[in-house]
């Protein structure tokens, strides 16, 4: 079974940086986008930003674009969400997930589009 696992979360000033990572075991990425998806409390899950299979192709919600950068390591078999210029409003559990999908291209979508979640992270950004 694939698995997915979170990491990189923690607390960090406004305007402070980190780095997500997503990490799959079980099988590769190859035929899969990754989804980032946040979910601050009392809050429904919302999309951040997704990546092809491939990694050639991004896309991201228009709160976080400009700010944050999806990428991924074929070699390691990793996603990772690069943080930037982070404001309190991004204080949320962020979680990956996948979605069999093949195209060279890829949006920002519902959770629901998206399976196989790990344990999220969680992300405190506070002063």
């Known amino acids: 079974q694939l698995q997915l696992v979170e990491s990189g979360g923690g607390l960090v000033q406004p305007g402070g940086s980190l780095r997500l990572s997503c990490v799959a075991s079980?099988?590769?990425?190859?035929?899969?986008?990754v989804g980032w998806f946040r979910q601050a409390p009392g809050k429904e899950r919302e999309g951040v930003a997704c990546?092809?299979?491939?990694?050639?192709?991004?896309g991201y919600s228009d709160s976080v674009k400009g700010r944050f950068t999806v990428s991924k390591d074929k070699a390691k078999n990793t996603v990772y969400l690069e943080m930037n210029s982070l404001k309190s409003e991004d204080t949320a559990v962020y979680y990956c997930g996948i979605k069999y999908w093949g195209e060279s291209w890829c949006f920002v979508q519902s959770p629901d589009e998206y399976g196989f979640w790990g344990q999220g992270t969680q992300v405190t950004v506070s002063s």
């Open positions: 990546v092809t299979n491939s990694g050639g192709n991004t």
């Open positions: 079980g099988e590769t990425l190859d035929y899969y986008a």
